[in-house]
């Protein structure tokens, strides 16, 4: 699976829009990008994911670039309640046993 | 409906010792995976079970051992407890499990070990 990289942390403030960044250049044609999140003292929840064309549901919208390098979650309204980690993920739909490949992820905190 | 759900959600031993912790899938779905998150890192897959058969296991000693029931349910044990086995266990369950195609997979709340 390709390697993602995305910022430690980063703090947004209520009612704003919050975009979390996600590296991801190795990543492979057939491979998606899926973002996932953990609330504190939660399991993952998911959030979205897209192969090539953006893509938007009632959480959030995601932004892949034209050359799939790089993609960018988009929370259109932060809540206190968005205050968690994200995890960008890269991985084939034919994974291993359906594995998800979790990196550090950025704690995102939302502030009043 | 209800979600995954896992037991027990708290749950404390000694080094040595072995334990085994138990999830029950959201119904209808068939493949169960488990995820181990030690604080401060994200989770590290363990195993993946589809139709009661392993379809994935992560780099984790044999120590750690599944299996999946016949109304697919599942069970994680871990023989021979080290400090370091000390994190939440995550159970996930989706869909299918079969190749060409993702699912999305719905997360418990996990069972947090503690290995004295």
């Known amino acids: 699976d390709a390697k993602t990289t995305q910022p430690p942390s980063m703090d947004c403030a209520e009612g704003r829009a919050a975009n979390l960044p996600c590296n991801h250049s190795t990543i492979s044609g057939n491979e998606y990008v899926y973002w996932y999140r953990q609330i504190h003292s939660q399991g993952p929840q998911y959030i979205i994911h897209g192969l090539k064309n953006n893509e938007t549901n009632e959480m959030a919208s995601l932004i892949i670039t034209e050359d799939r390098k790089s993609s960018t979650l988009i929370l259109p309204h932060a809540t206190l309640r968005d205050t968690a980690v994200y995890y960008c993920?890269?991985?084939?739909?034919?994974?291993?046993?359906?594995?998800?490949?979790f990196g550090g992820g950025t704690r995102v905190l939302v502030k009043p | 409906d209800a979600g995954v759900t896992q037991s027990p959600t708290h749950l404390i031993k000694t080094r040595g010792q072995h334990v085994t912790l138990r999830c029950s899938p959201i119904s209808g779905h068939k493949s169960v995976s488990w995820y181990q998150q030690v604080l401060g890192q994200g989770p590290q897959f363990i195993f993946q079970?589809?139709?009661?058969?392993?379809?994935g296991r992560g780099n984790f000693p044999d120590r750690f051992s599944a299996r999946q029931f016949p109304n697919y349910s599942s069970e994680l044990n871990v023989n021979a407890l080290l400090l370091g086995d000390s994190a939440l266990y995550l159970c996930a369950s989706s869909a299918t499990g079969t190749s060409g195609s993702y699912n999305e997979q719905f997360f418990g709340p996990g069972t947090r070990l503690t290995v004295l």
């Open positions: 079970y589809y139709e009661k058969e392993e379809r």
């Open positions: 993920i890269v991985t084939p739909p034919v994974a291993a046993g359906n594995k998800l490949t």
